[in-house]
């Protein structure tokens, strides 16, 4: 079954026309091209538009690698533009067509200026993708001042993933939860051929770019961070504590400034991300620590061999991944609670998983699992309880529920329920 991968089609959509560069951005392998050169380029033919008005160059194909030199993509480009009809410029990963000294900040990238000229054609729409974050989202953003705009695509959700799921929820959660959502494996029909596929993808993609693009000379550190993150996703930490766990473990001397900078390598090639803890109280940012999420469950149950598929931790992760594909800010909360215990004062700080916004929207959320007796739904909902204003505060539980609010206004739902309802958060 074909999954319509609706959330970004629509975003692409809404951004028809509005004189920028539409910059889509993601993981390798997450389906940008697919979204590009197959769902977008259906509907602006249903739309009306010729072929000829749909220029497309995917700079990853060997076929277009004369095109990867700026000065002859623009001439292509020049070319095909023949009148004043409305004109679609697709070019997908369009990192080939930067040099390594653009990459590395020696020399101006050409391909903005390409870029740029296009902008000045007013009948011209201009979609790229790409595969790194920094190059792409900062960089666009600050050479265009203002004309670039992101979309950022995701492996598939859970709503997606059941798109072309063969089964029921409960069974395809228990997919979902172990091989993640990235597209190909859909289409995969044996365990051993999905573990291959993530196992090499995460190797022979996501590192080694990572190793190349950062002329990295040693990679065995950058595993083992790797392999630390995989192990403590929902965990608090920060470079310091990681890298006393490399001190102890590893017996390597790699120093804080060097892990901070290859969880940001990591993070711009949408291997992980982070949350920052946010006292809701305070309304303020706790610099450190932090919590990281992998973009993709699967990729990360992979690196660790399947041996670490941690239902609790894994939910928490899916339940993050899913806010931020809908376009929330997701932080930690942070709850400070005083009180007396046998006359001595005491102090301390409980945690809700998330604190969800968008715009004017706020949500707070506690991935909970399950809540087998009453003094793990009073845990789960102490720090809910600490806040005191007037957004919703919501317990998700991976059993099947009624969704139900208490008598403080706390809703407890189903995580089958929030993930296959774009309209969950307003029960």
Request: glycine share 6%; aromatic share 10%; proline share 3%.
């Amino acid at each position: 079954m074909r999954i319509t991968r609706a959330v970004y089609l629509n975003r692409l959509i809404a951004r028809m026309g509005n004189g920028m560069i539409k910059v889509i951005t993601g993981a390798r392998r997450c389906g940008k091209t697919f979204l590009l050169f197959d769902l977008f380029e259906e509907y602006l033919r249903n739309h009306g538009v010729a072929n000829s008005q749909i220029i497309e160059v995917p700079l990853d194909d060997f076929a277009y690698e004369q095109y990867r030199d700026p000065a002859r993509l623009a001439q292509y480009l020049s070319s095909a533009i023949t009148d004043d009809r409305q004109y679609y410029v697709l070019l997908d990963e369009v990192q080939y067509a930067i040099s390594d000294k653009e990459l590395r900040g020696d020399e101006p990238p050409r391909l903005y200026s390409v870029l740029n000229g296009l902008l000045r054609k007013r009948n011209v729409d201009v979609y790229v993708t790409g595969s790194n974050s920094k190059m792409l989202s900062t960089d666009v953003m600050t050479e265009f001042r203002g004309r670039g705009d992101e979309i950022r695509v995701r492996p598939l959700s859970f709503s997606e993933f059941m798109q072309a799921y063969d089964g029921d929820v409960p069974h395809g959660w228990a997919e979902y939860v172990v091989f993640g959502g990235m597209p190909l494996t859909v289409s995969m029909h044996t365990d051993e051929q999905k573990t291959r596929y993530l196992e090499s993808l995460f190797t022979e993609t996501y590192l080694k770019d990572i190793v190349a693009r950062n002329h990295l000379r040693k990679s065995q550190e950058l595993d083992e961070l790797v392999d630390v993150l995989a192990s403590s996703i929902g965990a608090l930490t920060n470079p310091a504590k990681i890298k006393a766990t490399f001190d102890s473990v590893a017996h390597s001397k790699i120093s804080v400034n060097t892990i901070a900078q290859y969880i940001e390598y990591l993070e711009e090639a949408f291997v992980v991300e982070e949350a920052r803890r946010f006292n809701v109280k305070g309304r303020k940012y706790i610099g450190s620590p932090k919590k990281y999420y992998f973009e993709d469950i699967g990729l990360r149950n992979a690196r660790l061999g399947f041996r670490q598929v941690e239902q609790t931790h894994i939910m928490e992760n899916i339940v993050y991944n899913e806010l931020r594909m809908r376009g929330y800010n997701v932080d930690v909360g942070v709850v400070e609670k005083r009180g007396q215990n046998n006359g001595e004062s005491y102090r301390k700080q409980l945690e809700i998983d998330f604190v969800a916004n968008l715009g004017s929207e706020r949500y707070y959320i506690q991935s909970a699992y399950q809540l087998p007796t009453e003094e793990k739904v009073a845990q789960e909902k102490a720090s809910l309880l600490g806040v005191d204003d007037g957004f919703k505060k919501i317990v998700l539980v991976r059993d099947v529920v009624k969704p139900m609010r208490d008598d403080r206004g706390i809703l407890t739902m189903s995580v089958y329920d929030f993930l296959l309802n774009a309209e969950s958060l307003s029960f």
